[in-house]
């Protein structure tokens, strides 16, 4: 069975600091893998994904994520937070349960709070 | 474009009680997802529909929980009759890809 892992459920990073928020999966293959974000009374937004190639994504708000095979992460980075980036944030995976490629119901990591000092 | 709706977006009952969350998606979006997150533990895909048919619904906690989806729209998630376990935040989500899931704020559910 496919699992996500996110070590970290609170991180503080000052202001204008680098942020790394790490996640490890489990899955017999090449999974689809995703960022999403979820801030204070909103829904879940998708910060980005991978299917495959590059394996370094570039996403929305500045964010980015590398998938790494030999270590099965995908860790999500930003060079410079700002105050507006804390908030929630959910790595996930999908496989490719059907023959047309489909995604399917995701499994989801416990979360990391991201706490920004000002 | 409007995004994915829920509603209620907070609901309280009480145990034994009956309650109909609605998922309204993205117009045109065949996919259609339901997930819950119970407090402290990760989000869980319960079910997934295509169109009006659903397509896998391995993630349902048991027959108390019904889900529909008439007409290939919007999709009701029934709990019937709700135990105090069943609280927590249920999101809908919906994809044009089944790659692509796009979530909408969620509906608190607490039973009392």
């Known amino acids: 069975a496919q699992s996500v892992t996110q070590p970290d459920i609170h991180i503080t990073v000052s202001e204008g600091a680098s942020l790394e928020l790490r996640c490890n999966y489990s899955?017999?293959?090449?999974?689809?893998l995703f960022w999403y974000v979820q801030s204070p009374g909103q829904g879940l937004q998708l910060l980005l994904k991978y299917f495959s190639g590059d394996t370094l994504v570039q996403g929305i708000k500045g964010f980015e994520a590398e998938f790494k095979r030999s270590q099965s992460s995908f860790n999500l980075r930003k060079p410079s937070v700002h105050w507006s980036d804390a908030a929630e944030y959910f790595c996930?995976?999908?496989?490719?349960?059907?023959?047309?490629?489909?995604?399917?119901?995701?499994?989801f990591g416990k979360g990391t709070h991201l706490i920004i000092q000002p | 474009e409007a995004g994915v709706t829920q509603f209620p977006s907070h609901s309280v009952i009480e145990k034994g009680q009956t309650v109909t969350l609605r998922c309204d998606p993205i117009?045109?979006?065949?996919?259609l997802y339901w997930y819950r997150r119970v407090m402290g533990k990760e989000i869980k895909f319960l079910l997934h529909?295509?169109?009006?048919?659903?397509?896998?619904e391995s993630g349902m906690p048991n027959n108390r929980f019904l889900a529909e989806r008439t007409g290939g729209t919007y999709s009701t998630l029934k709990v019937q009759p709700a135990e105090l376990e069943d609280s927590g935040v249920y999101f809908c989500?919906?994809?044009?890809?089944?790659?692509?899931?796009?979530f909408g704020p969620g509906t608190r559910l607490t039973v009392t």
């Open positions: 529909f295509v169109k009006e048919s659903k397509q896998d």
């Open positions: 996930a995976v999908g496989g490719r349960k059907y023959s047309g490629g489909g995604a399917d119901g995701l499994t």
């Open positions: 899955y017999g293959a090449t999974p689809y």
């Open positions: 989500a919906s994809g044009r890809d089944p790659r692509e899931q796009y």
């Open positions: 117009s045109g979006h065949d996919n």
